[in-house]
Each structure stands twice: as structure tokens, then as C-alpha cells.
């Protein structure tokens, strides 16, 4: 059965910092490349940020340039993702996803909420 369990979420204040992780079982994880995501209340899901399978390319959604950091241990079969400085705006559900070519999983989401 094909998981991903998403952890980590929480409230802080702004100018704080969380780390989300992100545990695969089921499917072979070193060759899915994975995202996070998230969703603010009444707005579409964005792309935050992704990684290749081997880690090896990297990619963040401007907002979050400098202060996110994505990574992956395939050994672990797990993805993290590193929030720093955060802000009032980063606020919402956060979601990883694997992806190889048109195959796709999503986890269940874990909620972040930053005040001000």
C-alpha cells in the first residue's frame, strides 16, 4: 500500500522555524522526484518547492527563496522540508507529492499556521 505521511506542522510566530518530513512506503522512492505543496484557506494549491530523485536538482517557489530548504535521504525514504524566517503568509496545509513521469501520490497534508 502506497503511503506518504507528512509531519511536523505546527503554530509559531512569525520569524520562526519548522521542519516537515515526509515518509514514503510502498513504491520505490529513489526514483520518484518529490514536491511540497501548499494550500491557503480558499486558494489554489502551489508548488513550494522539489527535488529530483537523486537530489541533484532543486527548485523553489520565489516566495520562499532563502528561507526553505528541501532534501531527501532515499535511504530513510524521506523528504524534508526546511522553513526558516517564516511569515504569516506561508500559513496553510502543506503536502508532499511524488512524481514519476505521469504516476503521482500525494500525502494526507500537515497544517502550518504562523501568526503575527
Known amino acids: 500500500q502506497v503511503q506518504l505521511v507528512e509531519s511536523g506542522g505546527g503554530s509559531v510566530q512569525a520569524g520562526g522555524s519548522l521542519r516537515l518530513s515526509c515518509v514514503a512506503s510502498g513504491f520505490t522512492f529513489s526514483i520518484y522526484d518529490m514536491r511540497w505543496y501548499r494550500q491557503a484557506p480558499g486558494k489554489e494549491r502551489e508548488l513550494v518547492a522539489s527535488i529530483s530523485s537523486n537530489g541533484g536538482i532543486i527548485s523553489y517557489e520565489d516566495s520562499v527563496k532563502g528561507r526553505f530548504t528541501i532534501s531527501r535521504d532515499n535511504a530513510k525514504n524521506t523528504v524534508w522540508l526546511q522553513m526558516n524566517s517564516l511569515k504569516p503568509e506561508d500559513t496553510g496545509t502543506y503536502y508532499c507529492?511524488?512524481?514519476?513521469?505521469?504516476?503521482?501520490?500525494w500525502g494526507q497534508g500537515t497544517q502550518v499556521t504562523v501568526s503575527s
Open positions: 507529492k511524488a512524481v514519476r513521469a505521469f504516476r503521482t501520490y
